[in-house]
């Protein structure tokens, strides 16, 4: 079983831990792009935050072995 990965703003990110996820705060887009570069070769599903989502661009759609999710705004 993967990892559920969870970045984004280091406020929004913080609750998931406690469900278990592993969080990634980042707070920049510099930031996000690093994050995501560092994520876990056992990471299945990522959730972003929407700033984070925008950081990314067209990143997630390089990795198709991920189920990434937006937040909602």
Known sequence: MGRV????ESLVVAPFALAGA??????????VRGRWEALPDD???VILS???ATALGALPAGRPDLLTVTMPP
């Open 43 to 45: 990471t299945s599903v």
């Open 5 to 8: 990965v969870v970045l984004g």
């Open 50 to 52: 929407p700033a984070a």
């Open 22 to 31: 592993i969080t990634f705060p980042a707070d920049d887009p510099d930031s």
